[in-house]
């Protein structure tokens, strides 16, 4: 490999090796070596590995929100993004193996409290996606009107809860069922609509 390296390949390659063995136990000569370079080169792109670690996380977190957000961009009404964004948004870790692992080893990287959340900025872009399709679906009439300070928030959390639950504490198959249930829930509601 070149000395010089394009970020995204220095990402990807960390991406893996973090995933691997978790930000404690990789050290920089690992990533290196991945990247067939030496370690003095690879701080030509990083700080240190608490730099790296952290600027990967957040390209892969990037990469991420990129593929749910061009997957939304292609459906036109709030209802089809709505879905779309919900299905693409899990769907994600199940091809990514790297981050899903990563998240296994570092569930802080996705925690459920905003107000410890490293990655803060990413997270309330995903907030702004969800809000912009509820503003949106109110606008079509297709949702009902909603708190708009919360609700946005609300699914989001409950979005994190699922991932938390589906791909870092277990890999129980039957959590897909309670995912399809869960978007069920909150699209259709609980009570029998009247006519």
């Not at 990514?96 to 570092?106: A, Q, V």
């Not at 198959?173 to 006519?195: C, N, Y």
Request: aromatic share 10%; with cysteine.
């Amino acid at each position: 490999m070149k000395p010089k390296e394009s970020i995204d390949t220095i990402h990807l390659a960390a991406l893996r090796v973090f995933s691997q063995y978790g930000f404690k136990k990789t050290t920089l000569d690992d990533i290196a070596a991945e990247l067939g370079m030496t370690k003095g080169n690879l701080y030509l792109y990083s700080k240190n590995k608490r730099d790296l670690y952290e600027n990967t996380v957040r390209s892969a977190m990037l990469r991420w929100q990129t593929r749910v957000g061009e997957a939304i961009a292609a459906e036109t009404d709030a209802r089809s993004r709505f879905s779309v964004m919900c299905r693409k948004a899990v769907d994600y870790l199940s091809e990514d193996d790297d981050l899903r692992r990563l998240l296994i080893r570092d569930p802080d990287i996705f925690p459920m409290f905003p107000e410890n959340d490293p990655y803060a900025d990413i997270n309330g872009a995903s907030v702004g996606m969800i809000r912009q399709i509820l503003e949106q679906g109110m606008a079509e009439k297709t949702f009902r009107e909603i708190d708009m300070e919360t609700v946005p928030e609300i699914i989001f959390s409950v979005y994190k809860m699922i991932i938390i639950r589906m791909y870092i504490l277990t890999g129980d198959p039957s959590l897909q069922k309670r995912f399809d249930q869960t978007i069920e829930l909150i699209t259709q509601g609980l009570f029998v609509q009247s006519a």
